[in-house]
């Protein structure tokens, strides 16, 4: 199943403001979606043991109350606290929430939200503060004191303060719903609900806004229409009938799949690229799901609990004894309604997307300009020009050599205007066109494996008339002892780009942050680099990740800190338990710093390295640092 491509849109690197509400978006469901398990527990006691569940039971309905003022609440804190400094973090974060949970008149999953993180952060820095000043034997003692005292004040702190001021703004805020669902104005909410999902702001929405809001309701009435605000599959069910019915041929024969996942799988994100490709069909999902809470308002429907995913499955598992019909209906009025307005614009549109699909939707990326059968030399472009793009750029000189084309890698800045094809990151495609808007630009997602670099090569060859090339063949074991140096010869192993020094075993870092920083350290302990270079490593993972695959990463800093660089040095730090990085697990950071070429023989080597899963795995759970020095910067026999 191929989907129309939404990752530019997702993107949630950058120092725009839309990024930045995503990365707070996805904070916030990182301490939420976890514990959804919790929720859910907690919602099918409510809708079986209630005094209006399926199973009215005095006794077991005595759980309800405690799980959602203290349970969820603490599974909350921890959960944020454990993200922004691991266990630790987690402990200090549930103390602290409880400060805010108790004696509370609402659930205090705001206030959860708040202290958790926060206690953690604390806790970050009273480590930052005197953590290398412990002598050796107190460690245990101070980290325990140090939690236990920290914990206890910012507990007393979230109860005077923290709760008294969120239980203020959850009453402003219930009072705002309660307003609209009197007056009969919620399916108003729609008008933003549905523009932030589709920008991939759907689980702040969800998660941050609605799911304490709804949990409140269920309180008070046993169910809450809230819960059906963002999840409602209707929308996309309806426009996704709509491209099948209406769409063009290409696109159709992507949308059984996405029906399937997005209304039994409950991943809504399945959907947004089909908005985004034609935006005004946003008017079809708002138009619907307003359709459908204006149905459902005033037939009284809600579920017990967040459908999460948001499947219709969840929805009926969510859905209390009498609220079927309901909420069967709430569906099928937003999925018509979306369907019928959405068939609107899409046929109305269908004659001139098959012209654009047959014509010049045929190369969007440059193919019309550029006769690939006078292709000579290829670019590989990343921002900095440093790691990502030599280590592509190495895999690709030994497909395309026997072609007679030569391959190089560049910073998108650097890249000539004249450059016929290039390689390149998809959400880098922008930058790059804008600065070579007449190449032939081929995007890929991973830099190690991608199918886009098989596809080069069996282009680059049909058009020379050579026969198709064979499956990629794995470099054997003894040609990874060769490697090439920049200027196309060998050398034997460099000590001053990689060293014994700048190689760390058996480290943990809680978060992907601070695997950077620990990164950054070793290029500056080894006086390569200024402590300035370390912001230059963490704002080029702003832009786009440096993951690179079998659980590396190689981060870098940007073209801009480049000024930062004494010397040419690269650093090994393995992570036995894993750092998640952008939904990856990395397990090796090699850090680069580099104004030269002196560390490309080692990027050569690591290329190499990553297409034999078990050389990548040696260095995973490397013991020495001579086993990675053998491997990475073999003598040369």
């Given at each position: ?5 939404a ?7 950058g120092p ?7 990365r707070?978006g996805s904070?916030?469901?990182?301490m939420?979606?976890p ?5 859910i527990?907690?919602g099918l006691?409510t ?5 209006v ?11 309800i109350s ?5 349970l ?5 804190g ?10 630790r973090?987690g ?6 929430t409880?400060?805010v ?7 205090m999953f705001?206030g959860?939200?708040?202290m958790g993180p926060l ?5 970050t820095?009273l480590d930052?503060l005197y ?11 101070v980290?325990n ?5 920290a914990?206890m004040l910012l507990a ?10 969120v239980s203020t703004?959850m009453g402003w ?5 309660n307003?609209l ?6 399916p108003?909410?729609?008008i ?5 999902k ?5 689980n702040a ?5 609605l799911?304490?809001l709804?949990?409140?309701q269920?309180?008070?009435?046993g169910?809450?229409?809230l819960f ?8 996309g ?6 491209y ?7 696109i159709?024969?992507s949308?059984?799949g996405a029906i399937i996942i ?14 985004l ?7 079809a999902?708002?138009l619907?799901?307003m359709?459908?809470?204006m ?5 009284g ?5 967040p ?5 219709i499955?969840?929805w ?6 009498d ?7 709430t ?8 369907f019928?307005?959405?068939?609107l614009?899409i046929r109305r ?6 012209a654009?699909?047959?014509?010049t939707a045929?190369?969007a990326q440059?193919?019309d300009t ?6 000579q030399h290829v670019i590989?472009?990343c921002d900095?020009g440093?790691?990502?793009s030599a ?9 395309l050599?026997?072609?007679g084309?030569?391959v190089a890698?560049?910073?998108?800045d ?7 094809l290039i ?7 922008d930058?790059?066109?804008?600065k070579?808007?007449s190449?032939h630009?081929?995007?890929f997602t991973?830099?190690?494996g991608?199918p886009a670099?098989d596809?080069v090569?069996?282009m ?7 026969e198709p090339?064979q ?5 054997s074991?003894?040609s990874q002892?060769m ?5 196309g ?7 001053n780009?990689l060293?014994?020094?700048?190689i760390r075993l ?5 978060t992907k942050?601070e695997?950077l920083r620990?990164?950054g350290k070793?290029?500056v302990?080894?006086n ?5 270079y370390?912001?230059?490593?963490l ?5 786009i990740?440096t ?8 981060p870098h800093g ?5 000024e930062h660089?004494?010397?040419?040095a690269?650093g090994?730090?393995?992570?036995p338990d894993g750092?998640?990085w952008?939904g ?9 710093a ?6 490309l ?6 290329a190499q390295?990553?297409s034999?899963?078990?050389q990548a795995?040696?260095?995973r759970t490397a013991?020495?640092?001579d086993?990675v020095?053998e491997?990475?910067a073999?003598e040369k026999?």
């Open positions: 199943m191929s989907l129309p491509d990752s530019a849109n997702k993107n949630m690197k725009g403001a839309r990024a930045k509400v995503q707070f904070f916030l469901a990182a939420i979606m514990n959804i398990g919790a929720f527990a907690w006691l809708a079986m043991f209630l005094d569940g399926w199973f009215p039971n005095a006794t077991l309905a005595k759980l405690p799980m959602v003022s203290y969820l609440p603490l599974l909350i921890y959960t944020g606290g454990k993200i922004v400094n691991g266990v973090g402990v200090i974060g549930a103390i602290a409880m400060g949970a108790v004696g509370a008149s609402i659930p705001l959860a939200m708040i206690a953690a952060w604390v806790l820095l930052r953590g290398d000043k412990i002598k050796a034997g107190f460690e245990m003692l980290d004191f140090t939690i236990g005292i914990g007393i702190g979230g109860h005077l303060v923290i709760e008294p001021l703004l805020m219930a009072a705002g719903v307003f669902i009197s007056h009969h104005l919620l108003l909410a729609s933003f609900v549905e523009p932030a589709v920008l991939f702001l759907n929405v969800n998660h941050g806004i799911t304490p709804g949990t409140e269920v309180r008070t009435t169910r809450s229409i059906m605000v963002e999840s409602n599959p209707g929308p069910f309806g426009l996704l009938l709509a099948l019915v209406f769409g063009t041929r290409k159709r024969e949308v059984p997005h209304l039994f799988g409950g991943i809504h994100e399945i959907f947004f690229p089909y908005v490709m034609k935006p005004k069909v946003i008017v999902t708002i619907g799901a359709s459908g809470l149905v459902g308002s005033a037939m429907a809600g579920l017990v609990a459908a999460s995913p948001g499947s499955l969840a009926f598992a969510m859905s209390p004894r609220g079927y019909l309901q909420m069967i209906i569906f099928l009025v937003a999925t018509i309604v979306t019928v307005v959405a068939a614009i549109d269908k004659v001139r997307d098959e654009f699909e047959e014509g045929q190369n440059g193919a550029v006769d690939l059968a006078t292709v590989v472009a900095a440093m790691g990502s280590m592509v750029a190495s895999t690709m000189k030994k497909r050599a026997p072609l084309i030569t890698h560049s910073s998108i650097n890249l000539p205007n004249d450059a016929q390689l390149t990151q998809n959400g880098l495609v930058r790059v066109r804008a070579a808007s190449a630009i081929v995007p991973n830099y190690t991608d670099f596809e090569e069996q680059l060859r049909e058009v020379r008339g050579q090339h499956a990629h063949e794995e470099q074991h003894s002892h490697y090439p140096a920049s200027n010869t060998t050398t034997g192993k460099d000590t780009v060293t014994q020094d700048s058996g480290l943990h870092a809680a942050e695997a620990m990164a070793v290029l302990d080894a390569a680099a200024d402590p300035a370390i912001d230059g490593m704002a080029r993972e702003d832009e990740s993951y690179m695959g079998e659980g590396f990463v190689i940007t073209n801009d800190s480049r660089i004494h010397n040419a690269i090994f730090l393995q992570f750092v998640d952008d990856h697990t990395c397990h090796v950071a090699i850090p680069i580099s104004s030269t070429d002196e560390h023989a080692i990027i050569a080597s690591l390295v990553l034999d899963k078990d795995a040696q260095l013991t020495t640092t086993q020095l491997i990475l073999p026999d």
